[in-house]
């Protein structure tokens, strides 16, 4: 089966729609997560969330749901306890990804009944992004690009030297905990693309490629929408083909485009003076 025969399914189209939707979410959070250096933080949030899903299993609430409200607790809590408890930030995240991950274990395995299929949670699977997933990242989009238009000035002061924005009496404080609570929420929703185990990557290797063509701060967004979208459909495609995990291969591609990408810079450099 080709690609346009492909796209008249209608979890094909679902699929490519959430690649788009979660690459533009995943570019503006990625960017200020690379930028500010916090994506340990992220993969704390990521890996703490699934105690959230473990609580919805075992209590019976929708599980995207339940992680992301254990996410968002665990973004400030992490927040709240390196900024204001003297809590070093590696030994908060630590806390928290340890003691979600331990719940998520305990209530998964304590739920009655059937265990709870946990695969397309941990590695996720694009091909079963529903219709509710995108309307909540079309949510979640336009709420980030109507937030990034809003505070634009202010996250990038924040995202380099949050101390001179604070001097600077830019709203520090409010961005801090607003991105946090931004970057809880992508993570959720964007587990069924690549799953908890695999998920800080997509915030930050397109990132990280966008980065090494310019330091642009709306450029690095832009590139690395592109590149994630790219990484993303190339991943979903070929996944089909070689009947493999979709999640994996989304994020095999998106370091291979990270490594081709640094290769092609590294040439352009050391030919330049040759040009010259």
Known sequence: MN???????????????????????CGLI????????????SGGVTHASFGGLGAGFFFGFPPILSAMVFAVLSAFGIQWLSHKQGVREDSAIAVFWSFGMALGILLTFLTPGYAPNLSEYLFGNILTITSTDLVALLTLSSLLLLFFLLFYHAIVSVSFD????RTRRLPTQFIEYAMMFFIAITIVL???????????????????????????????ILLSILFSFLGNVAGLILSYYLNVPSGALIIFVLILIFFAAKIIKTFAKKNRPAMA
């Not at 209608?10 to 939707?21: C, E, P, S, T």
């Not at 960017?31 to 500010?36: A, D, F, G, I």
């Not at 695999?198 to 090494?212: E, F, H, K, R, Y």
Request: hydrophobic content about 60%; glycine content about 4%; proline content about 3%.
């Open 162 to 165: 949050s101390e001179f924005a």
């Open 30 to 41: 990625g960017t200020y997560v690379v930028s500010r250096r916090l994506v340990f933080i």
């Open 3 to 25: 690609i346009p025969e492909l796209i008249q399914y209608a979890f094909f189209r679902n699929a490519l729609l959430g690649a788009l939707l979660a690459s533009i979410a």
């Open 190 to 220: 964007s587990i069924r693309l690549v799953g908890i185990v695999l998920l800080m990557s997509l915030i930050t290797v397109p990132q990280m490629t966008a980065n090494l063509f310019t330091v642009n701060y709306a450029r690095m």
